[in-house]
């Protein structure tokens, strides 16, 4: 899979892969509403353009197809890159793309000589995730209980941390 900077049309086919709320809030978090619309994907687009951007916005291709995305959300300051807005397209899940998918993401945070930690969260239920963030050497720092109320459902939100010198002792 090939790693690229996302452009806007990449957009067109990001937002399908979105069901309903309950995926949407999975994929971004509670912040975006359902169905996600082109003023927050201006918004996600506006933090990408700044000097330096707030948020590095990817893809990965399969071919020509956008068939991954991903963002990382950069506290310049703290050398923090948080991984966030995860999604596969749901017809190419289960044929083992996210890992090297996401091992370009976090290469690519910590090509950023300040980067020194890259943190996630993610939903406790979302094992498969999980075990791929694991795979990649995130090690996981504890559950926030009952954080996201999607419908009337309360979902845990497990976060997830590398630092820059285990990613070195991987490599």
Not at 16 to 33: D, H, K, M, S, Y
Not at 39 to 67: H, K, Y
Not at 131 to 141: N, S, W
Request: with cysteine; net charge neutral; charged share 25%.
């Amino acid at each position: 899979m090939e790693l690229r900077p996302l452009v806007a049309a990449d957009f067109a086919a990001i937002k399908t892969w979105f069901a309903n709320e309950a995926a949407l809030v999975q994929w971004a978090g509670p912040g975006i509403r359902y169905p996600l619309d082109a003023v927050q994907i201006d918004a996600m687009l506006a933090e990408s353009t700044g000097q330096p951007p707030t948020r590095l916005l990817w893809v990965g291709l399969e071919g020509q197809a956008v068939s991954a995305h991903a963002q990382l959300a950069i506290d310049w300051r703290n050398g923090v890159a948080r991984l966030a807005r995860v999604a596969l397209d749901p017809a190419k899940r289960g044929r083992g793309l996210a890992a090297p998918f996401l091992a370009k993401i976090r290469d690519a945070a910590f090509a950023l000589d300040c980067i020194e930690r890259l943190e996630l969260n993610v939903y406790t239920f979302n094992e498969a995730a999980i075990r791929t963030y694991r795979r990649l050497g995130f090690v996981e720092e504890g559950v926030r209980r009952s954080a996201v109320k999607v419908g009337d459902a309360r979902w845990d939100t497990a976060m997830f941390g590398l630092l820059r010198e285990e990613w070195q002792q991987q490599s």
